[in-house]
Nanobody, 115 residues
Framework: QVQLVESGGGLVQAGGSLRLSCAASGSRISLNFMGWYRQAPGKQRELVARISSGGRTDYSDSVKGRFTISRDNAKNTVYLQMNNLKPEDTAVYYC?????????WGQGTQVTVSS
């Protein structure tokens, strides 16, 4: 049973920064394509950043140039550095492997950006 625990969210003013962490247990993230997702109220969950096992990164257009995904395989943790945050970034953020067979979702971490 894989467990994902997200942390690091909070309330921040527009233009501010946050760093999210996702600690995994029960499986090695180094073997998987990992992603950060977010779900805003009334909207579907969307993938905003992903990182391959080899370190290649991709971003949605809405966060490109502002967010950076990284991983520490030794700590079995994935990070999301979020800079120049905007009110439209407000959402619950989750991590998971990018696969048709996702792991069970964690509780997520709330990010709220005030204008």
């Amino acid at each position: 049973q894989v467990q994902l625990v997200e942390s690091g969210g909070g309330l921040v003013q527009a233009g501010g920064s946050l760093r999210l962490s996702c600690a995994a247990s029960g499986s090695r993230i180094s073997l998987n394509f990992m992603g950060w997702y977010r779900q805003a109220p009334g909207k579907q969950r969307e993938l905003v950043a992903r990182i391959s096992s080899g370190g290649r990164t991709d971003y949605s257009d809405s966060v490109k140039g502002r967010f950076t995904i990284s991983r520490d395989n030794a700590k079995n943790t994935v990070y999301l550095q979020m800079n120049n945050l905007k009110p439209e970034d407000t959402a619950v953020y989750y991590c998971n492997k990018v696969s048709s067979k996702e792991w069970s979702w964690g509780q997520g971490t709330q990010v709220t950006v005030s204008s």
